[in-house]
């Protein structure tokens, strides 16, 4: 059975940072991309950044473009976030989620709140 | 930027009865990179549709999926309890590389 779990999440100021995990199991995750999408509690889905299987290619929405840093280790079967800078608007839940076009399974979800 | 606009907002329906969801993107979208997701409270979202009308592992044969170039459906032929949730549709291609729509609610009436 494919599982990815999110961790990493918890209470930031503005201006800190954190670093969100997702661990993968029930397949080979080094064959596949992943990718971040947040979502802030009752609102819509926002892609954040993907990473392909080897990492040499990655991509960010601008919103976090510059703040935020995306990478892998196929060893540990686990992709990261690192996120700097944070904002308030940075308040969300983060799932990690799998795939290319398609986002074919996704984490559980982390919450991230930032506040002073 | 492409945008997804989906529609209604609200569904108001009644068990066995059919669904239509409706997203609509502000350019065409290539190769019919639309899929469609369901979301329920305190749950990440599901797959449920990819390439515009295939069905991901384990969905039901009630939802499927139709459309091209800038308006995609997705149809629900006779809904189940389990049913009633939030779906989004995707896009996958331009920039920025992924985008959602903003959701429609379906919910018991």
């Known amino acids: 059975e494919v599982q990815l779990v999110d961790s990493g999440g918890g209470l930031a100021q503005p201006g800190g940072s954190l670093r969100l995990s997702c661990v993968g199991s029930?397949?080979?995750?080094?064959?596949?991309?992943m990718n971040w999408v947040r979502q802030v509690p009752g609102k819509g889905l926002e892609w954040l950044s993907y990473?392909?299987?080897?990492?040499?290619?990655?991509y960010y929405a601008d919103s976090v473009e510059g703040r935020f840093t995306i990478s892998r280790d196929n060893g540990k079967n686990s992709v990261y976030l690192q996120m700097n800078g944070l904002r308030d608007e940075d308040t969300a839940i983060y799932y990690c989620a799998r795939g290319y076009s398609f986002l074919s399974y996704w984490g559980q979800g982390t919450l991230v709140t930032v506040s002073s | 930027e492409i945008v997804l606009t989906q529609s209604p907002d609200t569904l108001s329906l009644s068990p066995g009865e059919r669904a239509t969801l409706s997203c609509r993107a502000s350019q065409t979208i290539n190769n019919n990179y639309l899929a469609w997701y369901q979301q329920k409270p305190g749950q990440a979202p599901r797959l449920l549709i990819y390439?515009?009308?295939s069905r991901a592992n384990g969905i039901p044969e009630r939802f499927s999926g139709s459309g091209s170039g800038t308006d995609f459906t997705l149809t629900i032929s006779r809904l189940e309890p389990e049913d009633f949730a939030m779906y989004y549709c995707?896009?996958?291609?331009?920039?920025?590389?992924?985008?959602f729509g903003q959701g429609t609610k379906v919910e018991i009436k």
């Open positions: 990473i392909s299987s080897s990492s040499q290619t990655i």
């Open positions: 390439g515009t009308s």
């Open positions: 029930g397949f080979t995750f080094g064959d596949f991309p």
């Open positions: 995707q896009r996958y291609g331009g920039s920025p590389l992924w985008t």
